[in-house]
Nanobody, 125 residues
Framework: QVQLVESGGGLVQAGGSLRLSCAAS????????MGWFRQAPGKEREFVSG??????????YYADSVKGRFTMSRDNAKNTVYLQMNSLKPEDTAVYYC????????????????WGQGTQVTVSS
């Protein structure tokens, strides 16, 4: 069992930055692939970024909409993943969720076993 708690959301002006954190409890954090997803009102939950559990070289995978602006990282010693969001746009406004799946990989929400409660990110124009 893994519990995920996100933090770091808030209100920011367009062009600004936010850093989200996701702290995980439970064992074997290093064997979980981690993902960030977001869901805007009236829209489906969408993949933002992810790090496969085997990647220990700083590699991450990004949706085209955030590539070059967002950076995901993980610290296995702290059981935490981060999402640094720069050059934020109003269309980035959404609830951001952290998710984990054991020894798997993918960008589809249904493939993830554990979810945090979400943190609101609002970008004003």
């Amino acid at each position: 069992q893994v519990q995920l708690v996100e933090s770091g959301g808030g209100l920011v002006q367009a062009g600004g930055s936010l850093r989200l954190s996701c702290a995980a409890s439970g064992r074997s954090f290093g064997t979980y692939s981690m993902g960030w997803f977001r869901q805007a009102p009236g829209k489906e939950r969408e993949f933002v970024s992810g790090i496969m559990w085997m990647w220990n070289d700083g590699r991450a995978y990004y949706a085209d909409s955030v590539k070059g602006r967002f950076t995901m990282s993980r610290d296995n010693a702290k059981n935490t993943v981060y999402l640094q969001m720069n050059s934020l746009k109003p269309e980035d406004t959404a609830v951001y969720y952290c998710a984990a799946q054991s020894r798997g990989w993918g960008i589809v929400p249904a493939g993830y076993d554990y979810w945090g409660q979400g943190t609101q990110v609002t970008v004003s124009s």
